[in-house]
């Protein structure tokens, strides 16, 4: 069964240090696409990065990358440069079936915490 | 550009009350979901729609009905609420696109007591 796995409840960072949260999932699929959000304290969703399973490369947006191990089914999230804001909740994705169906499985999360 | 709106934000209801927690989106999509979230469980999919007339079940469907008569709208109906109910409730959704990301809504936190 498709499960993804963030075996990080919690999480320091000192402010300016990059930080990575860990994501491996497990699917049958061919064709999968990996995804983070972010959840403020605030509580809204905010997508960060997406992963397509065909990708060659590591996606990058700004200060987030996703460091993409296919073989080794991981998609662990960097962020570089910590900043204050950055403390939240991070959950990892992973959209499952192909067109028409689009089920998104989630993480259990990983509570940031950027210490100043 | 409003988005993926839902209402209310808080809600308490008592054991066997029904109600319906309401999602709207501008955005045209095709794809909308309904996920709870509890403390240390992720968001687990309720139930999940790919277009006007078309619903499915998620991973934890029961207690929950859903509809979609439009585009725009996909409520959530609680027939008689439970106290194992009590979550925070997202709307999302999304265009037809394999790769594209999920909108979410800001949630409803609901108590059943």
């Known amino acids: 069964a498709q499960k993804i796995t963030q075996t990080q409840p919690g999480m320091f960072v000192q402010e300016k240090e990059a930080v990575t949260l860990d994501c491996t999932y497990d699917t049958s699929d061919q064709s999968y696409g990996l995804f983070w959000y972010k959840q403020p304290s605030s509580g809204e969703m905010i997508f960060l990065i997406y992963?397509?399973?065909?990708?060659?490369q590591n996606a990058t947006e700004g200060r987030y990358s996703l460091n993409f191990q296919k073989a080794r089914k991981s998609a662990n999230l960097v962020i570089s440069a910590s900043q204050l804001g950055d403390s939240a909740m991070y959950f990892c994705a992973m959209r499952e079936g192909t067109s028409g169906t689009y089920k998104y499985i989630f993480g259990t999360g990983t509570r940031l915490k950027v210490l100043a | 550009n409003a988005g993926v709106t839902q209402t209310p934000k808080f809600q308490v209801l008592k054991t066997g009350q029904s109600m319906t927690l309401q999602c709207a989106q501008d955005?045209?999509?095709?794809?909308m979901s309904w996920y709870r979230q509890d403390p240390g469980m992720g968001l687990r999919l309720i139930h999940y729609?790919?277009?006007?007339?078309?619903?499915d079940q998620g991973e934890v469907p029961n207690g929950y009905n859903v509809s979609r008569s439009t585009t725009e709208d996909f409520p959530l109906r609680l027939l008689s609420a439970a106290p194992s109910q009590t979550s925070v409730y997202f709307c999302?959704?999304?265009?037809?696109?394999?790769?594209?990301?999920?909108?979410f809504g800001q949630g409803t936190r609901l108590t059943v007591v």
């Open positions: 955005m045209n999509h095709e794809y």
């Open positions: 992963q397509g399973s065909y990708d060659e």
């Open positions: 999302a959704s999304k265009d037809r696109g394999m790769n594209t990301e999920a909108f």
């Open positions: 729609s790919v277009g006007a007339g078309i619903t």
